[in-house]
Structures are given as structure tokens and as C-alpha cells.
């Protein structure tokens, strides 16, 4: 195979149809020799400085799909580059079907990374951006989300598909044939590829080979009505409801005025008629069915397919489908995901931050800790800045820690939030507050509950962040880059000028003090954790007269000894005053017999009416067993049925209200 540019003119005498022009490319580096570089030597390649060497990339035989040689993609910062190599798609396309295809070999432990421009000169605006991390893992985004996400192999070559109609909007991404996303763009355009070898965590170590395209412009026949995409979040929480959201597109001539949708996960699905519509030819709609899709846990498909345009026949059945791949991952219980945030009024790019860390507190606010660290301006807590950007792999700003354990960009987050709350946690939080309203005092007892045994430097530590932040000087403008849209739509910030006044600027989920220092309270947890038993440490602040109570909440953290978050939990004041009453009751359940054979019975002294769920946990953390009892009083016995597990140590787990009750049992045969 040699590489190829075609463009073709063809002439089709139909009514409905009209004058074509296709543009395909090929590579396969073999009419090269090593060393070359590539922008040096091709007509086609170019770089993203337009000339010179210094961000060519070498043609290399170390490695190769087909044939001899491939391009070598290397970058040895977390920066990124120097290579930064662009492949023109001859123009701008924005209708019509775009078909891309490519061979990438990622070295293991390292990352790899390309996008797609949507329009030129080149750096306008990103299509999309492909991310490639040490583990392999892959995520899909722009700046107006993220569309999909799976796993790649290293130390082999894979191959990577791009399917898409740019007519109806519909994106399709397929790695080793398997379709990994199915999405609307709303950055629906093409002009070139650029591939830039970078990885946040560390070396970027990559090379690609056999790369295509070929762009198709439309052809529109007298019915059509296509998929555009749908509008639906490509993971969440087991039950969750997502609307069935998506895009029409009428790809034919005659106007639109009705079409039959029907949804379907392969078992449940739905069929109703859109109409009103009125829709001319390559004009959209937007919609909403009314049936709610419930996730379920692990991999599942959703389709919408459209229908009898009109009542006729649709003439193209290419594009009446939209898939979303959708995963659905069930929580571990107690547990709270860290997300940290690198943040600050002069950084242009961080109202990326603010509006993803606001998307994903509303979406997941049960298992979603976040805490905005400020740098360079009026709401910096020098200590919490200077631990967050000595993390190993911190690059700039925005970035976000998750857990400690990682820097990604905010666009991530939900990628690796999702994993990271199936993930039992060795203590489960509670936070008992007092507040003195004369002096200011909050006074915090960390209690964490051992759910697995546990050794080492643990530790707890306490962060007051607060909510509705504004301020009055200069130093609380925000630098806005986002500003006249042309780095694409951003939550309303591409609306607003490049310095936001301080007037119309709130902050969100702001640190504003550190208890136990950046690396937690040491001698707040004892060296070794036995389950079943609760530890707690005190903590104490003044809030200052500048920050409102009001807003004010508090984050809860166990640090392990490699220096990372295992749990967290963020609660509030509850008003002026919270309750000390100890949140762990154990006395208010007893649990008989113990041992037991298979039926378990437990006994619950409740003064007040509640709702009571229990959670029954092995010995090394997961969840075997969940019950809902609904709302109960009094003294009821409740049994459980233990006859399908195996012999062994278990916990009860009971939530009665506010109160949570563990009880250790063992079953015996």
C-alpha cells in the first residue's frame, strides 16, 4: 500500500441528488526511509508550526504494523512534544460521511494522545481529543464533554476507527472493531489530525501506522430521516435514570413533518411519534422522549432508531440508528471519591474546572468530594497549593488530583470517578459537629468505622471548603479564554468576556483551611485497624468573619500511607448547630443467633420512625447482600436468609436514619 491523495468528481443525473466530490489519503510510511521526517519529506504532512524542523516527527523501523517502517511519536515531559505532526483532510468538512482509520502502538507505562481540528488556521477549535494513559486507558472529550471512554493494549498495535456522518451529526468510535462510543458532537467539523505525543502522568512512547481517510459529501434522496446522536451520559450509577435524549436530522429533500422513534437496550424498549417538527431539508431537532432509561450495572447498549418519515418509507436506513454504549457501576457502600482541583482567578482554561467539578457535585453528590485549591489569588491556602502542585505527575493549571493517586484533566473526571466508587474503603466516615455561635468555633470528631483490618501510618484529616465565594477586588476577576466561543462552548463561559468582573463571578467548593496539614494528622488513626472498630479524632476551627456559615462544609479524609485517599466524605453544619450525638449507634440493634446457621435475626430498638436499610459486607470489603426495610418503629425483628452464602465472617451494615449500626456475625454450617 502506498500513500494516496484522490479527489474524484462525480456526476450523478438524479433529482434528488447532485454533483460529488470525494477526498481519501493513505499511509503506510513505506515509501519513506527511516529517519526521515515526515513534514520534511511528504507534500501532504505538515506541523503544527507550519515549517521547520523542531516539531517534525521521525519515519522509524523499530516498529511497524505492515510492512517496515511506522512514525514515531516520542516525548519524554509530561509537556508534551517536541514532535507535533498535522495531517490536512483537504479542507473543512461539515457535511457529508468522514471515515478515519489508524494503527497505534503505545509502549507500556507510557501514554499517547491525538485530536481532531475542526476548523482552520489550525488551533481554532478541537474537534475532539483522544487520550491515552500509562494504563491504557482511553477517553474521548472536548470542551463540551466527554463522549466515551475504554481500554487499549500496550506493547501491541491496535487499531483505532473513526464512523462518521457528519450530515446527521452522528460519531462513532471503534477500537479492534468494537464500538467504544456513539455520540452527537456539538463541535461537528473536520479539517486535520494532529498528533502530539504527550501523557500528564508521565513519557508519552508512540507510534502509528496505516493511516486513512476518506470524506464523502451527501447525498440526499427524496425521504431521509437520520440519527444524529443522542444526548445520554455514557456511564453512572447502577439505577440511575438517564433521559432518552437525542437528535433528529432530516438528511432528504422533502420536509420533515413527523417520525416514529423507538428506543432499545436489546430487552426493554419503547416506540413514540415526534411531531410538530417542520423540519427542512438538513435542518434539526432536538428531543426528549418520555420513557427514562434506568442503568443497569456493567456494559449495556442503548438504541434509538427513526422511523416513517412522515408516514413514508425512509429511502436510507444507513443512518437511522444511534447507539450509546453505557456502563453502569454500582457503589461500594460508604465509599467517597477526592477529587481535588488546581485552580486560580488568573488561569484562562480553569473555568474548565469549575464547570466540570460543578457537573459531576450535581450528578454524583453522595460519592463526589470536591475541593477547589486555589493558587495566585485572594482564596489561596498557601500549604493546601503547595502539597497539590508537588503531586508527582502535576503539569499546570487546571488539572485535578483524583484520590492523590493520579492528575487528569477535568474533562476526566468521570471517567475515573466511576471506577474509584466500586472500590470498598477500609473505614467508613462520619463527621460530628459542634458549632459555638458566639465564638465561631466548629469543632469536628472524625470517627471512622475499620471495614477491613488495616496497618501503617494511616490518617485523617479535615478540610473547610465553602460554597457561594465572592469577593470585591481585582484579584477575584477571572481570566476567561473561553470567551467568543472559539475554544468551543464551555457552560456559558464562551458568553462572557476573557476578564470576568468580580461582580458577576461566584466560587464554588472553595479550601479555606487545612486541618491536619497537607499529609493529614499523624497518631489520628492507631497503627493497626481491627474491623468493627470505630476511631475517631477531634479537630477545631474558628470560621473567619469573612466566610459565610452558611456555605460552609465539611470534608473528612482517610489518607493511607503511600500518601493517598482511600475514603472521603463531605457534609454540612446543618444550620447553626449540629448534633453531637454519635452517629455510629450500635446499641440500638442486637443480632441472635451468632454464630448462625442460615437464617440471621436482628433485633432494632428505634424510639422514632425511619427508614432502615442494611448492607451485609464479607471479610474482604464487597457487598454480598443489600436490604431496603422501608420505613420502621418500635422493636421489629428482622431476618435475613443466609442460606446461599458460604461459611464465614460477615459485617451488618444497618443505616436507621441518621444512625449507622455494624454488627460482626459469623456463619457456620
Known amino acids: 500500500m502506498k500513500r494516496r491523495l484522490l479527489l474524484v468528481a462525480i456526476a450523478i443525473a438524479t433529482a434528488s441528488w447532485g454533483l460529488l466530490a470525494q477526498t481519501s489519503f493513505s499511509d503506510d510510511f513505506e515509501s519513506y526511509t527511516p529517519g526521515d521526517l515526515i513534514a520534511q519529506t511528504s507534500t501532504t504532512w505538515t506541523t503544527w508550526g507550519g515549517g521547520g524542523t523542531a516539531d517534525d516527527a521521525p519515519v522509524s523501523s523499530e516498529q511497524a504494523f505492515s510492512g517496515n517502517n511506522s512514525l514515531k511519536l516520542f516525548s519524554e515531559t509530561t509537556g508534551g512534544g517536541p514532535a507535533d505532526v498535522v495531517l490536512p483532510f483537504g479542507g473543512v468538512h461539515t457535511e457529508g460521511t468522514f471515515t478515519f482509520d489508524m494503527m497505534m502502538y503505545v509502549q507500556s507505562g507510557t501514554g499517547g494522545y491525538f485530536n481532531f481540528q475542526a476548523v482552520e488556521p489550525i488551533g481554532t477549535t478541537w474537534a475532539l481529543e483522544v487520550y491515552i494513559d500509562g494504563s491504557g486507558g482511553l477517553v474521548l472529550s472536548n470542551t463540551s464533554g466527554t463522549y466515551g471512554d475504554g481500554v487499549v493494549p500496550q506493547d501491541e498495535w491496535f487499531n483505532i476507527n473513526f464512523n462518521i456522518d457528519l450530515t446527521a451529526n452522528s460519531w462513532n468510535c471503534f477500537v479492534n472493531g468494537d464500538l467504544i462510543a456513539s455520540f452527537n458532537n456539538p463541535v461537528n467539523s473536520l479539517s486535520m489530525l494532529d498528533l502530539f505525543p504527550v501523557w500528564s502522568g508521565g513519557t508519552a512512547h508512540t507510534y502509528v501506522d496505516d493511516i486513512s481517510f476518506e470524506h464523502n459529501p451527501p447525498m440526499l ?16 450509577l447502577t439505577g440511575q435514570e438517564l433521559k432518552i435524549a437525542g437528535t433528529v436530522k432530516n438528511t432528504g429533500v422533502n420536509t420533515i413533518n413527523s417520525v416514529d422513534l423507538t428506543w432499545s437496550d436489546g430487552t426493554n424498549s419503547g416506540t413514540e411519534t415526534l411531531s410538530g417538527l417542520n423540519l427542512a431539508s438538513l435542518e434539526s431537532a432536538d428531543f426528549v422522549m418520555s420513557d427514562l432509561y434506568s442503568i443497569l450495572d456493567g456494559a449495556q447498549v442503548v438504541t434509538v432508531t427513526v422511523s416513517n418519515p412522515n408516514g413514508e418509507t425512509d429511502m436510507n436506513d444507513a443512518n437511522d440508528s444511534s447507539s450509546k454504549p453505557i456502563t453502569g457501576y454500582t457503589p461500594a457502600p460508604y465509599k467517597g471519591v477526592l477529587i481535588e482541583e488546581a485552580t486560580g482567578t488568573w488561569c484562562g482554561w480553569c473555568p474548565r474546572g469549575a464547570v466540570f467539578m460543578d457537573s459531576m457535585s450535581n450528578t454524583y453528590p453522595d460519592h463526589f468530594v470536591g475541593v477547589a485549591v486555589h493558587n495566585g489569588d485572594p482564596m489561596t491556602i498557601t500549604e493546601y497549593d ?118 458577576q463571578m461566584t466560587y464554588n467548593e472553595v479550601g479555606r483551611a487545612i486541618l491536619g496539614g497537607y499529609q493529614g494528622t499523624a497518631g489520628s488513626l492507631p497503627g493497626t485497624g481491627t474491623t468493627g472498630e470505630t476511631y475517631e479524632y477531634t479537630y477545631s476551627y474558628v470560621i473567619p468573619a469573612e466566610v459565610n456559615v452558611n456555605n460552609i462544609e465539611i470534608v473528612s479524609m482517610f489518607i493511607m500511607p503511600n500518601g493517598e485517599v482511600d475514603n472521603a466524605l463531605e457534609t454540612g453544619i446543618e444550620g447553626s448547630t449540629t448534633s453531637v450525638n454519635n452517629a455510629f449507634a450500635n446499641h440500638m440493634a442486637e443480632v441472635f443467633p451468632n454464630p448462625f446457621t442460615n437464617e440471621l435475626n436482628i433485633r432494632l430498638a428505634l424510639s422514632e420512625t425511619v427508614e432502615v436499610e442494611m448492607i451485609l459486607v464479607n471479610s474482604v470489603g464487597s457487598t454480598v447482600a443489600s436490604r431496603n426495610y422501608g420505613q420502621l418503629y418500635g422493636n421489629p425483628v428482622l431476618t435475613f436468609d443466609g442460606a446461599d452464602l458460604a461459611p464465614g465472617v460477615y459485617f451488618v451494615h444497618l443505616r436507621a436514619g441518621d444512625k449507622l449500626i455494624t454488627k460482626k456475625v459469623q456463619l457456620v454450617r
Open 221 to 236: 434522496p427524496d425521504w431521509d430521516a437520520a440519527m444524529s446522536g443522542l444526548n445520554m451520559r455514557s456511564a453512572g
Open 386 to 503: 503547595n502539597g497539590m502542585t508537588s503531586l508527582p505527575g502535576f503539569s499546570g493549571f487546571p488539572s485535578v488530583a483524583v484520590e492523590r493517586d493520579l492528575i487528569i484533566d477535568p474533562s476526566q473526571i468521570e471517567s475515573y470517578l466511576l471506577p474509584r466508587v466500586t472500590e470498598a474503603p477500609l473505614a467508613r466516615l462520619a463527621n460530628v459537629v459542634e458549632f459555638n455561635e458566639t465564638s465561631g468555633e466548629l469543632t469536628i470528631t472524625v470517627q471512622a468505622e475499620a471495614l477491613s483490618d488495616f496497618s501503617g501510618d494511616n490518617r485523617l484529616n479535615v478540610v473547610i471548603i465553602e460554597n457561594g465565594v465572592t469577593g470585591t477586588g481585582s484579584g477575584y476577576n477571572q481570566a476567561n479564554y473561553y470567551s467568543g466561543g472559539g475554544a468551543g462552548p464551555m457552560g456559558g463561559y464562551e458568553n462572557l468576556p476573557g476578564t470576568i468582573p468580580a461582580a
